[in-house]
């Protein structure tokens, strides 16, 4: 009864989810971009997952199957890798510089 009652409490719960979301988080994000005036967005109307997926298909040796139910982080970073390659201006952002940037908004914001 005890091993219940603390397993299944709310402040568990919370832990437990705030975990699972972190899980979430870390395995769907891609790479991080510095940003640029010129920043040559995209005009077409593709849908950009499917831009990832043909583009993975067509430029690497995955196949369809292991490209479209890869985590979506991985497929990301191996977008920029492929478009890096192929020549796109692509100015990835750190880890370091991520966490300069999070100190500096935190030193600004009122």
């Known amino acids: 009864?005890?091993?219940w009652r603390s397993t299944f409490s709310p402040s568990w719960f919370r832990r437990e989810?705030?975990?699972f979301i972190a899980y979430v988080?870390?395995?769907s994000s891609g790479p991080k971009f510095w940003e640029r005036e010129d920043n040559?967005?995209?005009t077409d109307s593709t849908p950009w997952p499917l831009v990832v997926a043909t583009t993975l298909i067509r430029r690497t040796s995955l196949r369809?199957?292991?490209v479209w139910f890869m985590p979506l982080g991985r497929a990301l970073w191996y977008h920029a890798a492929v478009a890096k390659l192929?020549?796109?201006r692509l100015d990835i952002l750190t880890t370091e510089e991520e966490?300069?940037?999070?100190r500096l908004r935190k030193e600004v914001a009122p």
Do not use: S
Not at 99 to 102: D, H
């Open 99 to 102: 966490a300069m940037l999070e």
């Open 86 to 88: 192929d020549g796109a």
């Open 25 to 27: 988080d870390e395995h």
């Open 1 to 3: 009864m005890r091993f």
């Open 40 to 42: 040559g967005a995209r």
């Open 64 to 66: 369809e199957h292991e």
């Open 17 to 19: 989810a705030e975990a």
